[in-house]
T-cell receptor
Framework: GQQLNQSPQSMFIQEGEDVSMNCTSS?????WLWYKQDPGEGPVLLIA?????ELTSNGRLTAQFGITRKDSFLNISASIPSDVGIYFC???????????FGTGTLLAVQP | SAVISQKPSRDICQRGTSLTIQCQVD?????MFWYRQQPGQSLTLIAT?????????ESGFVIDKFPISRPNLTFSTLTVSNMSPEDSSIYLC???????????FGQGTRLTVV
């Protein structure tokens, strides 16, 4: 089945630093979604991407839909303590309605 | 986005028993899904809840273990049957509205089986 590999697995950074994480697929995806999950909560949608090459921002977050349609990137600028959480990429591939999730990136921000 | 409420938010259950989780949405949605998130893991799709008909299960999940109902466009239930400690997970309800591919999640039900 389709798999999404997300890297890095975890990041420990200082407040104010920029963060980059990426997600790669073995097959082409039509839509990429990025979520953040706080402890004890469900994932919250951050950014949605629909076209290859698309670059979309949401505040300090910027995500890109890779040209090959097999990858996506999320950048967080000037991190703050409340950015702590697990970030998941997710996407739809082929004709399926099934949303496939990446393995997640744990972000820790030290004040 | 729709407001999604799950009940219960958490429970501790004895092995061999069953638990039914409810998912209520504040507006009609086209699609409802159930996911499982095992400790420290990512989300895995259990099934698509179909209104008025049997749910569509993913590989590795069966109706006898995870019966699902969806009587209308705003409500669904997932039952975890004959529970064992391996069923200890977070169970999440997800919805999509209209033709959008954006999926939204409830807060999850944290299940511990002892």
């Amino acid at each position: 089945g389709q798999q999404l590999n997300q890297s890095p697995q975890s990041m420990f950074i200082q407040e104010g630093e920029d963060v980059s994480m990426n997600c790669t697929s073995s097959s082409i995806f039509n839509t990429w979604l990025w979520y953040k999950q706080d402890p004890g909560e469900g994932p919250v949608l951050l950014i949605a991407l629909y076209k290859a090459g698309e670059l979309t921002s949401n505040g300090r977050l910027t995500a890109q839909f890779g040209i090959t349609r097999k990858d996506s990137f999320l950048n967080i600028s000037a991190s703050i303590p409340s950015d702590v959480g697990i970030y998941f990429c997710a996407g739809y591939g082929g004709a399926t309605n099934k949303l496939i999730f990446g393995t997640g990136t744990l972000l820790a921000v030290q004040p | 986005s729709a407001v999604i409420s799950q009940k219960p938010s958490r429970d501790i259950c004895q092995r061999g028993t069953s638990l039914t989780i409810q998912c209520q949405v504040d507006s009609q949605v086209t699609m409802m899904f159930w996911y499982r998130q095992q400790p420290g893991q990512s989300l895995t799709l259990i099934a698509t809840a179909n209104q008025g008909s049997e749910a569509t299960y993913e590989s590795g999940f069966v109706i006898d273990k995870f019966p699902i109902s969806r009587p209308n466009l705003t409500f669904s239930t997932l039952t975890v049957s004959n529970m064992s400690p391996e069923d200890s997970s977070i169970y999440l309800c997800s919805v999509r509205t209209g033709v959008s591919t954006e999926a939204f999640f409830g807060q999850g039900t944290r299940l511990t089986v002892v």
